[in-house]
């Protein structure tokens, strides 16, 4: 949908496709086990190109895109292939030396640790991408020596739309400030109608999500970003839309680690300048880390599962009943069959709130998900097998709706850890040039990946005056969520500036924790959740650690990757002065 808007809108020098997340490398990676010439994104091609390469080419806009994925190189070359059956003239411009598999035994010798929990390095048979994160600066370059599309592999998502940028305003490596705001434009526009009325707390706002519009930034040289979108398109860019999507998949707000530089945007100013444009200022950039963050997927075991439905009288007690004689039968057989157990079994009965709490709740359909992790393909089939075979002496009320039994997949699990940036050579090709060499830009003073940083002064405890009312959190906030790893992040932004207070001592790592104690385990603290503040946007950022069941491809979870968790937070009652509350409503 997005291209074809941008065309009609004839008013865009850039568009740029950001195809990747840390569970597509997974993704893109299983598919180049099966074929050497694949592990791209191929809708790249046929979604974007073939459509509408033509008016690409007549009206000069220029591509960016991280669709190489794993293999960049196949991907560059099935965009040429498509640009000469067209009969266009246009450059491609490739960025490789991201791809470090190569290497894997190398370094190994270094023996890094997860970054997320301090796993050891997996063994080497097992390991299918290395990847390092790479930034704008080798993008910018391709533009420069005149290509039309540049497809690089694993840069970050950001990178994407600040190498224009960079390009077009002449930007140099320690220009910090304006560095960081132009990846917090990509930021806000990489997840596309996130940042228009899509995912968002207000939903009903967006109006017809079936011809929702894609976000345009307009960027400044000095670093100002408006948003907006496409004429005749629905949505709504609003500070809502816009902060919910500046908080999500962050962590420390103030320390917002890239390859090009360490963003704080803890004093963002997001303002609306009329129906649909929002002005974006108050980036601010330090040196970036000294380190790359490298990305690693490698195989460990199996999973598999299904889904039941129950309906009816009991039908939650019946779910239950089903799940647990299901695990029992499938235990038996890997026992009787020397095939050993589970690693990791998962149950969630989806309508019945189990997800939430030890029990489920009263309800009369409910949406049974079992499902486990198994060293090998055969243990996974018995539960399976199982499943299918307990529907004749389950109680009644059972349903479905499914094709043939699914099968057990291989388990794609992320591991992430620093590299020095000198260990990473990158290659910039564009047709008809040289092909260059170059290192991810070194930081102009040595700086090392930054800590915690100091939380800006928080606000006072509301004085207790006045009468008080109690209200649900989505009363007074808009809330995001989503991943980074086994980690999930929750933004919260005041829908009144003074609502702020009352949102920041209402909402402590022990009311947090609570919501999600069930996510996080028994074993946990509430002091392991970090709570960061952002002033500018009248803010708070959650961020919970190990809280996704292994997150991504790795995880049985219903939603691994945590966007719903901003959903659960936002039933939190909230006490608050009854005439502040209804002066801000």
């Known amino acids: 949908m997005a291209t074809p808007q941008f065309l009609r809108a004839e008013a865009v020098d850039f568009i740029v496709y950001d195809y990747l997340a840390e569970i597509t490398m997974s993704l893109l990676a299983r598919a180049r086990d099966k074929d050497a010439k694949a592990g791209f994104a191929t809708d790249f091609i046929s979604g974007v190109l073939q459509p509408n390469l033509a008016a690409i080419a007549d009206q000069k806009v220029r591509l960016l895109t991280n669709a190489g994925g794993v293999n960049p190189a196949a991907c560059a070359e099935a965009v040429r292939a498509l640009i000469k059956a067209m009969g266009l003239n246009l450059n ?287 243990g996974c089939g018995v539960l399976l097998k199982e499943i299918a075979g307990l529907g004749l002496a389950a109680a009644p009320g059972l349903s479905g709706f499914q094709g043939a039994r699914p099968k057990p997949s291989p388990v794609y699990q992320l591991f992430s850890f620093p590299l020095d940036r000198q260990a990473v050579t990158l290659n910039v090709s564009v047709d008809g040039k040289a092909p260059e060499t170059m290192q991810p830009v070194l930081p102009a003073e040595p700086h090392d990946a930054c800590g915690p940083s100091l939380n800006p002064t928080p606000p006072d405890a509301p004085a207790p005056t006045g009468e008080t009312i109690c209200v649900p959190l989505v009363a007074l906030a808009f809330g995001r969520s989503g991943d980074k790893g086994d980690a999930a992040n929750i933004g919260v932004i005041a829908r009144h500036p003074d609502y702020l207070p009352y949102l920041w001592h209402g909402l402590s790592v022990d009311v947090v924790h609570e919501a999600f104690a069930h996510f996080l385990g028994p074993q946990s603290a509430p002091t392991a959740i970090k709570k960061y503040l952002l002033p500018g946007a009248q803010a708070i950022n959650f961020v919970l650690p190990h809280v996704l069941g292994g997150g991504g491809t790795a995880s049985l979870r219903s939603d691994p990757q945590g966007k719903g968790y901003a959903q659960i937070l936002l039933a939190t009652p909230i006490t608050i002065a009854r005439d502040i509350f209804e002066a801000g409503s």
């Open 92 to 378: 491609v411009g490739v960025i490789t030396g991201d791809d470090l598999l190569a290497d894997k035994a190398k370094l190994a010798r270094d023996a890094p640790i997860d970054m997320g929990d301090g796993r050891a390095f997996p063994d080497l048979e097992t390991i299918t991408s290395v990847n390092a994160y790479i930034g704008a600066f080798p993008l910018a370059r391709a533009l420069d020596l005149g290509a039309d599309i540049v497809i690089a592999g694993r840069c970050v998502d950001s990178a994407l739309t600040l190498a224009p940028c960079i390009h077009h305003f002449g930007w140099q490596a320690t220009d910090w400030d304006r560095l960081a705001a132009g990846s917090l434009a990509g930021h806000l526009i990489e997840c596309g109608p996130q940042a228009t009325g899509g995912n968002f707390t207000d939903w009903q706002e967006a109006g017809d999500i079936a011809t929702i519009g894609y976000p345009v930034a307009e960027i400044d040289s000095d670093g100002t970003c408006t948003l907006t979108k496409p004429a005749g398109t629905t949505g709504l860019v609003s500070v809502g839309t816009v902060s919910e999507q500046m908080l999500y998949e962050i962590g420390d707000p103030a320390a917002y680690q890239l390859p090009d530089v360490t963003s704080d945007f803890s004093g963002v100013k997001i303002t609306q300048q009329g129906s649909d444009r929002v002005q974006v200022t108050g980036a601010r950039g330090t040196p970036p880390p000294k380190s790359l963050k490298t990305c690693l997927t490698h195989t460990n075991g199996y999973r598999t599962g299904m889904q039941i439905a129950h309906y009816g009288v009991d039908a939650h007690l019946k779910a239950d009943a089903f799940a647990t004689a299901a695990l029992e039968r499938a235990k038996v057989t890997l026992r009787t069959s020397n095939l050993g157990d589970f690693t990791e079994v998962s149950v969630e009965i989806l309508g019945a709130d189990s997800q939430f709490g030890a029990q489920p709740q009263p309800a009369r359909e409910v949406v049974t998900k079992i499902a486990a992790k198994h060293p090998s393909p055969f």
